[in-house]
């Protein structure tokens, strides 16, 4: 048996990760959210600890990155690369098309920032 964790997704604020985790849960995978707390209580400190780590025991991580696949693959931490330079340090962040919307959840698009040319990218729309 398989205890360990494994992180599949990192997100700037806890916000976006509960918006996957609802989802993985309704299929029957549990979830922890490493610093979830932590950023909550100081959203600022995210980038220094490198956001909310969206984790799935190892064992489920192949049914967990499918059930994300079919959502977006740009969600999974390793299916995205900075457009620019490859790289795969990035940060990720939920961006909203107005600030009425920002209360709704599914009328985001998540948006990558590269950490080492800060190149910004877009994913493709969530939902
Ligand atoms: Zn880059």
Do not use: H, W
């Not at 220094?48 to 984790?55: C, E, F, S, Y």
């Not at 994300?68 to 961006?95: G, H, P, Q």
């Amino acid at each position: 048996m398989e205890d360990s964790l494994t992180t599949i997704a990192v997100f700037q604020y806890s916000s976006e990760a509960l918006i996957i985790k609802g989802k993985l849960e309704s299929e029957n995978i549990r979830v922890f959210l490493a610093d979830e707390y932590t950023v909550d209580t100081d959203p600022l400190v995210s980038n220094a600890i490198g956001g909310v780590k969206l984790q799935v025991n190892t064992a489920q991580v192949e049914k967990a990155k499918s059930i994300i696949k079919s959502i977006d693959a740009s969600l999974l931490k390793e299916e995205v690369v900075c457009v620019k330079c490859k790289s795969t340090n990035f940060k990720m962040r939920l961006v909203f098309k107005n600030f009425i919307l920002k209360l709704i959840p599914l009328n985001g698009q998540f948006e990558y920032r590269c950490l080492d040319c800060n190149t910004n990218f877009k994913a493709k729309e969530l939902l």
